[in-house]
């Protein structure tokens, strides 16, 4: 098991909401930059969205602006993604990362093994 492990990917209905977490051990998760990204089948990697170490600054990719919102919680190691309103077109591997800026995924060094999250119209 790496430093990073998803949870609460599953199944969800159109228009509806899912929490996923990410929890880090082995890293000094305050001082990591942390995104969210997702994956879907014969498509790239993408970035969903990004927080800064103190929780201050995020930024999000435009197919999610309003509808997820990225938070963490230093103390307990974790980084979250609320998603509403979701979508058929939201299915997909999601994966958190650590220790990169933005939503590129070639600048982040650590990844979890990710969560599927599959909403039905």
């Known amino acids: 098991q790496g430093p990073l492990v998803e949870s609460g990917g599953g199944s969800a209905q159109s228009g509806g909401s899912l929490r996923l977490s990410c929890t880090a051990s082995?890293?000094?998760?305050?001082?990591?930059?942390m995104g969210w990204f997702r994956q879907a089948a014969g498509k790239e990697r993408e970035g969903v969205s990004y927080?800064?170490?103190?929780?201050?600054?995020?930024y999000y990719a435009d197919f999610v602006k309003d509808r997820f919102t990225i938070s963490r919680d230093n103390a307990k190691n974790t980084v979250y993604l609320q998603m509403n309103d979701l979508k058929p077109e939201d299915t997909a591997m999601y994966y958190c990362a650590a220790g990169g800026i933005g939503l590129l995924p070639r600048e982040y060094n650590y990844w979890g093994q990710g969560t599927q999250v599959t909403v039905s119209s």
């Open positions: 927080i800064n170490t103190s929780g201050g600054t995020s």
């Open positions: 082995g890293l000094t998760f305050a001082n990591y930059p």
